[in-house]
């Protein structure tokens, strides 16, 4: 490349959010690369690994076509957890909507059709700083050289360096970040039907809540993958400071995985993978401004994941921001107006289910930090089953009304208050 060149578009990130945007870039014709701090891309990545299909599936059609999904969720469960035993919900349906996946094998198909519509992913590229004149973004340094472009896009996840070089993100308070450890455990495909009870092929996610996590605000999952489980545990950072206890947090995933109603489900498993990471879940009231002239921030960059408790979503709105930070920069690029790709791009966001979705749930954050969620809830909830299940030494068990009235007198004011809440989040 010439001193002189000025790309299209510098893409910083191979994740979901910057290889989306880079495929739809270059699939009109701009000239894009991507820069990937990592030897390959999804070599850094991580997730819980579950991606939820309907909201991507029309505007990421080719993108994800014959993409390597592991299973697709047919089997749905909430665990309640005391230390020693659990009351799930669980909801099985012939299809589901989501898939399972596995980072290493999704970023490297994300890549390949990004590169198949002509992008060019560079890994072992590590963006060092913006390149801003006149507070306007005109490339990035990568050691000592300037790569210049139209527009860059910052989509280096939830730690983006870029963004804030750029003033975008404020110093967050750690309330804002959550963060999270798993580990892919190896283990026999028919192995996993047969404990997860499944169809083959079919898939199933459980979560965690109540002293899995220590009473730390946050949760634990159990996904199914092709030949593999994805296990882990997500815990809220600003809690973590706070945390008082003999226990390391690492211990907390042992722990996990040898619960008596979690470790035979793991047993004979081989890990083979472990990893941890932050996840940017301030939600809609910590959301940085996407960009300014001549940069726009994508997926967990610009803080675009959704926790509602059973519910975690970080993947299908970074391709979605990604797809459509494309969009906006080959609309501005092909009007030959590229100051107008950041107004295009926040009218984009505005319009798509991102922004009406992290505003319908913008009380989540706080509603999911109270402690009594974790703590007590839980815990009540199992009292309260176990009581409904037992059958006394005189032969009594409950009848249907006292069952009833004990779970109200179980959960209390301040229970009832929780699960109002929960209800109207
Ligand atoms: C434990 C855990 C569980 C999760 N579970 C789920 C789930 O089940 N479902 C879901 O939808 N979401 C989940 N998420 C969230 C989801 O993983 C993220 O929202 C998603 O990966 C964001 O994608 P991204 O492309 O924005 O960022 P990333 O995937 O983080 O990609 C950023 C890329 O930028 C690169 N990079 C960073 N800095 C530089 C630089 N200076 N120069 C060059 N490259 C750079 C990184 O190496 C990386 O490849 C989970 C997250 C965690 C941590």
Known sequence: MGDEEILDVIVVGAGPAGLACAGEAAGAGLQVIVLER????????????RLYLEPVKDLCADLLKDAPFERPVVSETVCLCDERSSLSFRLDQPT??????????????LANRATAKGAMVLPQQRADELVMPAGRVTGVKVGPEVLKARVVVAADG??????????????????????????????DAAVIEDRFNLPKGQGAARLYMGAVTGGLPGGGF?????????????????????????????????EFKQRSDIAPLLAGGQTAEYGAHLIPEGGFGALPSPGIPGLLLAGDA??????????????????????????????GLKARQPETCLQIYRQ????????????AHKKAPIVLSSDRLYR????QMVNWATDFFRVGPKGSHPRMRQAFKGLRRSLGFRGLQDLWRLMRM
């Open 376 to 379: 007590r809830l839980p815990e």
């Open 348 to 359: 984009a966001l505005k319009q798509s289910f991102i922004m009406k979705q992290m505003r």
């Open 96 to 109: 589901g909507n989501s898939v399972t996946v596995l980072r290493a094998r999704l970023d490297k198909h």
């Open 158 to 187: 939830v730690l983006s360096f870029l963004a804030q070089q750029a003033g975008l993100r404020p110093a967050r308070e750690t309330h804002t970040y959550a963060v999270g450890f798993k580990e892919i455990i190896q283990l």
């Open 38 to 49: 990592g030897d390959v891309a999804g070599g850094k990545n991580l997730s819980g690994g």
């Open 302 to 331: 610009a803080g675009f994941v959704l926790n509602t408790g059973p519910v975690l979503r970080g993947m299908d709105l970074a391709l979605t921001s990604g797809v459509l930070a494309g969009r906006s920069i080959v609309a």
């Open 222 to 254: 159990i996904y199914t993958n092709r030949d593999s489980l994805s296990v882990g545990l997500v815990v809220q950072l600003g809690a973590v400071r706070k945390w008082r206890s003999e226990s390391h947090l690492f211990d907390l995933l042992e």
